[in-house]
C-alpha cells in the first residue's frame, strides 16, 4: 500500500527525479523506476534509502552498465502517472519498472479505471522504445477493500504483465507489508530496514535480465 505525501515531499522528490532526469549521459542503459511513494522513498531520510538506490548499489557491486532513475512521486494514481510519462520518456530507457496502481486502491478506484491506464503507460513505453525490457510490480491490498475488489486489484497486476509479456514481482511489498518492525509509524510505508527487503524483492527479479 500506499498513501498521498504531502506537497512539500512531492516537491523534494520532483526535484531528485528531475535531478537524475537530467544526468549526462553515459554509455550505462537507463533502467527507470517509474511510482509511488513506495519509489520515491517517503518518509526516509533521502532518496538513497529508497529501494532503487539500494538496486543502484547492487548494480554497482558487479560492474553492471545500468543508471537507475527514479521516477517514484508520492500520491502518485496510475491517472498522474499517465499525465507525466511522455515528459520522463524523454530520456531513453532500456528497462522500464512499473509500481503504480496502490493510491488507486486505497482511493477505492474500479479496476476497470486502473488497468486502463496502467495499459495505457505501458502501449507509451512500447511505442517509444519497443527494444525495453519491462517489469510490472505487484501490489494487493487490504482485506476491509473487500473480498471481490481485493482480488480483483490483485489479479490486475498479473493479468497485465502476462499480456504484456512483463517481468513479473507478485507483490513488492512481500514480507514487509503488515510487519510494524519493518514500517514506519503510519504502518504503510516501509522504514530504512523494510526498503531494503523491496529491493530483495525486486532484485531477485531483475537481476537475470541484467
Known amino acids: 500500500m500506499a498513501a498521498c505525501g504531502n506537497n ?95 493510491n488507486d486502491g486505497l482511493r477505492g478506484i474500479s479496476v476497470k479505471e486502473t488497468t486502463s491506464n496502467l495499459q495505457a503507460i505501458i502501449d507509451k513505453v512500447k511505442a517509444k522504445y519497443p527494444d525495453a525490457k519491462l517489469v510490472m510490480e505487484g501490489m494487493q491490498m487490504p482485506p476491509n477493500m473487500g473480498d471481490k475488489y481485493t482480488s480483483d486489484f490483485r489479479e490486475l497486476f498479473y493479468d497485465l504483465a502476462k499480456k504484456n509479456n512483463m517481468l513479473f514481482v507478485p507483490f513488492l511489498l512481500d514480507g514487509v507489508g503488515g510487519v510494524p518492525k519493518l514500517n514506519q509509524n503510519d504502518g504503510i510505508h516501509p522504514n530504512k530496514e523494510g526498503a531494503k527487503v523491496l529491493a530483495e524483492n525486486v532484485w531477485k527479479v531483475l537481476k537475470p535480465t541484467l
Open 8 to 102: 512539500n515531499k512531492q516537491a523534494k522528490e520532483q526535484q531528485e527525479a528531475d535531478s537524475s532526469f537530467n544526468q549526462p549521459q553515459t554509455a550505462k542503459q537507463n533502467i527507470l523506476f517509474f511510482g509511488t511513494s513506495l519509489t520515491a522513498g517517503y518518509g526516509l531520510e533521502d532518496a538513497s534509502q529508497a529501494y532503487p538506490a539500494l538496486i543502484q548499489n547492487k548494480i554497482d557491486s558487479l560492474n553492471l552498465p545500468y543508471h537507475i532513475i527514479n521516477g517514484g512521486l508520492s500520491g502518485e494514481t496510475s491517472a498522474g502517472g499517465l499525465s507525466r510519462i511522455d515528459w520522463i520518456l524523454k530520456q531513453p530507457v532500456h528497462i522500464f519498472i512499473l509500481e503504480l496502481g496502490a
